[in-house]
């Protein structure tokens, strides 16, 4: 099973601590590393391999719960803008990574992609150290936030 399946899985089942909140297209959820507090990815439920596997209603209902994280994280961080990636080259499967962008970044990173930052080194996302943003995102989003009927 892939990543994103797998964390899908996990958050259907309420073993995904990087849970914000179930949204109308899928999953809400933090980063597993935080070196730009408040990224965020969107998971899809049920999983598909691009956007362009969605029909016009899904796509619609996607692309604006991505528009909706954005807002919120944008609020909760303060941060100069968001930026927003669905890429598929290294996990084949529709996800959007959700990155708010600071004034506070040296220059020469906050001018070019995330992806030149160094993961590796990048501080993990925890409750105790991210829990609380976490929590502010999701009352954030609570107006916006799809739940299943029981």
């Known amino acids: 099973m892939s990543l994103i399946s797998q964390r899908v899985e996990l958050a259907r089942h309420g073993a995904n601590d990087k849970v914000i909140c179930r949204m109308a297209s899928g999953w809400a959820v933090m ?5 730009l507090p408040g990224y965020c990815l969107l998971l899809p439920d049920p999983v598909v391999p691009s956007l ?4 016009t ?3 619609t209902r996607y692309l604006l719960d991505m528009a ?5 994280v944008l609020q909760a961080t303060g941060a100069l803008r968001m930026n927003y990636e669905i890429l598929g080259n ?3 499967e529709l996800h959007c990574h959700i990155f708010p962008r600071y ?3 040296p220059e020469e990173k906050r001018k070019m992609p995330v992806w030149f930052y160094d ?9 105790q150290a991210h829990g609380a943003l976490r929590r502010q995102i999701a009352q954030l989003l609570a107006e916006s936030c799809w739940r299943p009927k029981e």
Do not use: C, H, M, Y
């Open 52 to 55: 362009n596997d969605l029909d």
């Open 31 to 35: 980063g597993d590393v935080q070196f």
């Open 68 to 72: 909706r994280i954005g807002d919120a």
């Open 119 to 127: 993961w590796k080194a990048a501080t993990p996302f925890t409750e």
């Open 103 to 105: 004034s506070s970044e």
């Open 90 to 92: 290294t996990e084949p």
């Open 57 to 59: 209603e899904a796509r």
